[in-house]
């Protein structure tokens, strides 16, 4: 199984701040043949569902805001909020679907400081 | 827009077997996409569980043992999970998910979730 895991747990930032969120693989989820990484990014508010926000490790989703990033390959990549609003306090989780068991990481609680 | 709605009981007795369906509206279930589910324990992260596409085509996470099974019902357009032999470490809130396509592919839309408590 790819292990992902997420650093740090958690983050305080100030208001219009940047957050760095880093998410590591135990193994590579770059798939050679077509030179995409397997990785997604997704944001989850207390009570609610995830919401995928990056997929393929840097496509952003249609209507997430251009403060949401999402940049490395292989087996470290890195969500960036440019600048933290109050709205961004919430869990974020990295997940693989490169093979079979598709695992996510253990997410990292942003708040603000 | 594709939505996805989860149903069951939220209380089910150790050793018996937990059962989830998931309904879908605005999208066919019979397009080519892969549905999946997703759980979450109280307070901690996510775990995939199982992801079907037809009949022939379900994808299982070891880590439950063969207490799984995943099906689909085009005729209801819906889809459920099994889970037999539960226990306490089962209770979690269950979700059912869209990949975005095939199932090495990101899970782009989400019920609300299913609180599913394991206890006597």
């Known amino acids: 199984d790819i292990v992902m895991t997420q650093s740090p747990d958690s983050l305080a930032v100030s208001l219009g701040e940047r957050a760095t969120l880093n998410c590591k693989s135990s193994?590579?989820?770059?798939?050679?043949?077509?030179?995409?990484?397997?990785l997604a990014w997704y944001q989850q508010k207390p009570g609610q569902p995830p919401k995928l926000l990056i997929s393929?490790?840097?496509t952003r989703e249609s209507g997430v805001p251009d403060r949401f990033s999402g940049s490395g390959s292989g087996t470290d990549f890195t969500l960036t909020i440019s600048s933290l609003q109050a709205e961004d306090v919430a869990v974020y989780y990295c997940?693989?679907?490169?093979?079979?068991?598709?695992?996510f990481g253990g997410g990292t609680k942003v708040e603000i400081k | 827009q594709v939505q996805l709605q989860e149903s069951g009981p939220g209380l089910v007795k150790p050793s018996e077997t937990l059962s989830l369906t998931c309904a879908v509206s605005?999208?066919?279930?019979?397009?080519?996409?892969?549905w999946g589910w997703i759980r979450q324990p109280p307070g901690k992260g996510l775990e995939w569980i199982a992801s079907?596409?037809?009949?022939?085509?379900?994808y299982y996470n070891p880590s439950l043992r063969g207490r799984v099974t995943i099906s689909v019902d085009t005729s209801k357009n819906q889809f459920s999970l099994k889970v037999t032999s539960v226990t306490a470490a089962d209770t979690a809130v269950y979700y059912c998910?869209?990949?975005?396509?095939?199932?090495?592919?990101?899970?782009?839309?989400w019920g609300q979730g299913s609180l599913v408590t394991v206890t006597s």
């Open positions: 997940h693989h679907y490169y093979n079979a068991p598709l695992t």
């Open positions: 193994q590579s989820v770059l798939f050679t043949s077509n030179n995409k990484n397997y």
């Open positions: 393929w490790a840097s």
């Open positions: 079907i596409y037809d009949t022939v085509n379900t």
């Open positions: 998910a869209r990949h975005e396509r095939g199932l090495y592919t990101p899970l782009d839309s």
């Open positions: 605005g999208f066919s279930i019979s397009n080519v996409y892969y």
